[in-house]
């Protein structure tokens, strides 16, 4: 039994996800950075892979694109309470961050962490992780 | 186990739950720490009773790091922290400001006057009328008892010192009173503990209560105990004060931080403090 998913269907683009361009966000430390805390085999020159999450080996057959959508864009939807970021979410924050910089965001010009297309491009990319 | 962790996979989380079954007390495995061969040093401990219903044991960030950077702890002659504690205590011996004073000339010695005092603060301070940091303690003798300009909060000299002021602890168990007049103070510290802050919405509890023991990328993550502050850290080859962590840890959840010395930081020490109630003073310690 899976926890209540938010299932989003809709495309958030009209390109289609690229999984290689996916493969890179969620490994790169500047993009996505999902192997902060995820195992992932498929990204095997990407060193120090975190523990706090679930591996993602297999991510493609536990999860249709719909539900891993709802996970990319707002994980709590999802897992109640979870730790993973909201990727594609711009309000509600608590003393939301100009990036990294430990100032205050600038007043409308807080960016998700991933834009639409990079959403696209991960789901495509988790879509291959099949076991 | 009473560690909390978010809803995974029912696969994951049956799993985290077979661990937790075996893992009560003892559950990370660590090395004794012994420092120059004589000073004992508790790193892991059953948790406070205000903690019992979120952790069972917890642990110094010392069990966390690697053998080398655990080995350099374990004698004054390879802690890099030294230098700076030496450096303090001739600051201790120095006269400074208008009035010609020295800490030592109302101290007197430091090995003295400062044996226990690391361990209890921060403390509620009855003439203040609010809870008073060791920092906020040592510049108001600076600025009121010697005429001299306050030091920075979380700067060199205030590290310096309140590594050497700690050192005189070293070994005694941390006791940071909770209750009576400090207890409002210890609430909210409590409240911006669990709050989740920031684009990443991540709280202290987030990492250092639910996921410690577990690598997020190369850092392997402690649980966040201030216990050895001052910490010497490899990284930026300095010595480190809470608060500047405290800021730092904030500023990786990609929110607006507090600033050092700040009311919401000293309340968060506070409470930060007494989650390591029953460690050991470590101050100085090392850390990467």
Known sequence: ?131 | MTRTRGTQTLAALAAACVLGAAAQAGEVDHPELVINGETRITVEAPAPDHLKDRLDTIYSGWVFRSKETQALEMDDFDNPAMVFVDKAWEVWNTPDGSEGKSCADCHGAVEESMKGVRAVYPKWNETAGEVRTLAQMVNECRTERMGADAWKYAGGQMAAIKALIGLQSRGMPVNVAIDGPARATWEKGRELYYTRTGQLELSCASWHEQNYDRMIRADHLSQGQINGFPVYRLKNAKLNTAHARFKGCVRDTRAETYKPGSPEFVTLELYVASRGNGLSVETPSVRN
Do not use: Y
């Open chain 1, 1 to 131: 039994m899976k926890p209540t998913t938010l299932t989003l269907a809709v495309s958030l683009t009209d390109t289609p996800g690229d999984p290689v361009e996916g493969a890179s966000i969620a490994g790169s430390k500047k993009k996505g950075n999902c192997v902060a805390c995820h195992q992932v085999s498929a990204l095997p020159d990407v060193p120090f892979q975190g523990d706090v999450g679930p591996s993602l080996d297999g991510v493609g057959n536990r999860w249709d694109a719909a539900q891993l959508r709802g996970i990319l864009v707002d994980a709590k939807k999802t897992f109640p309470d979870t730790v993973m970021p909201s990727f594609h979410k711009i309000g509600g924050f608590i003393r939301p961050g100009n990036g990294f910089t430990g100032k205050a965001a600038k007043e409308g010009e807080l960016k998700p962490l991933l834009g639409a297309q990079q959403i696209e491009d991960v789901i495509a990319f988790l879509a291959t992780l099949k076991e």
